[in-house]
């Protein structure tokens, strides 16, 4: 693959351009299994390098502080339009620059500093943004944590609501970044009514599969809906915030001037092509295949002996115990990348070892899923896993390179929206 896809890149500064270029082979090449990764279409690629990047547009379509928004106006409002169908809310909000952000706005619109918050516990499969203690959320508030039980990996709802009714805190978060399983949002929402709480479902990961009707949706459980636009909903980087019509105002004024300037408008654009094609049949159709593949991929795992957290998958996400293959997570994962398989190493719950050098890794079928891999790929790809933790355990280069080879093969059969063809 070349840089000559962008000539004027190319001529301007040819260094650069021979990093995205070799980016884009790296991405061609490998199999790429991070969950909250993805390829973004073409079409979203076009709409995020535009020129509505030189517009400042702080404001809401109608009410703006610039003038010349006549076309902003038109993306912007095109874009909460296309969110509010697909998801079925009343309001949108799809300025937040990305999921941090987005959440940060939410203790804006309905806490003080100081005050008590709840979310999932971060080794336990929460966000660093729902109150643990090294982020702002855990600092300038008072984060109390839940987490999974030990025997099942499961969300334990009885000790959630007591905790929440011993806490009574002002914002409830549930979702996470490493939960395999599916979120109960109506046991959620009994909580919180109870707790006297402010609902928030962060469904930064799983959001393409609601839109895609693989994972039942927070909307009419919970009282704000937080997500990504950049993980499974396969767009480009940034968020949504969405609710009932009650909070809109609250939202609004967080976003801006609560906490942002000028929205990202070139990012505002790619967003709704985005939400456009996250409405179309064909989407509907890779959300389940997602699904479909991640549990055949659990499946062909557990056959090989692999420990998961929970024993399985409900959604896009495995998470996997490697201490009875002898192989730290991190060791793993970087023997993995050298075969060409990239993924991330991450805590499991009651990890005893170090965040930065944890038991398991974590991997996902969103990215392998938009290139048209099925299930009938996944017991290789369990295979390849397996050999190169193996060869991790064993330091067997070799092995990796040979395991790098056969990926690059399928790969390469497999083209990637949004790449250049080899
Ligand atoms: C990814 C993620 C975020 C944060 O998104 P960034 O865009 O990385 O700031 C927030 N919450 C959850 C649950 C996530 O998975």
Known sequence: MSASRRPALLA???????????????QAETLRLIPSENYVSAAVLEASGTVLQNKYSEG????????GQQNIDRVEALAVER???LFGVDHANVQPYSGSPANLAVYLAFAKPGDTVMGMALPMGGHLTHGWGVSATGSWFRGVQYGVSADTGLIDYDAVRALALAERP????????ALPRTIDFAAFASIAKEAGAVLV???AHIA???AGGAHPSPVGHVDVVSTTTHKTLRGPRGAMLMCREEHAKAIDKAVFPGLQGGPHNQT????????????????TAYAHAVVANAKALAAALLERGFDLVSGGTDNHLILMDLTSRGVPGKIAAKALDRAGIVVNYNTVPFDPRKPFDPSGIRIGTPSLTSRGLGVEHMPVVAEWISRAVD?????????LSGIRAEVADLMSAHPAPGLPLA
């Open 12 to 26: 301007t500064d040819p260094e650069l351009a021979s990093f995205v270029a070799a980016e884009e082979s790296l």
């Open 60 to 67: 809401y379509p109608g009410r703006r502080y610039y003038e």
């Open 83 to 85: 969110a509010k169908g």
């Open 170 to 177: 002002k914002i409830i978060f549930c979702g996470g970044t």
């Open 201 to 203: 479902a962060d469904v």
């Open 208 to 210: 393409g599969l609601i």
């Open 268 to 283: 505002t654009a790619g967003i709704a092509v985005a939400l456009h094609e996250a409405a179309q049949p064909s989407f």
């Open 391 to 399: 060869a991790a355990a064993t330091s067997d280069e070799q092995a």
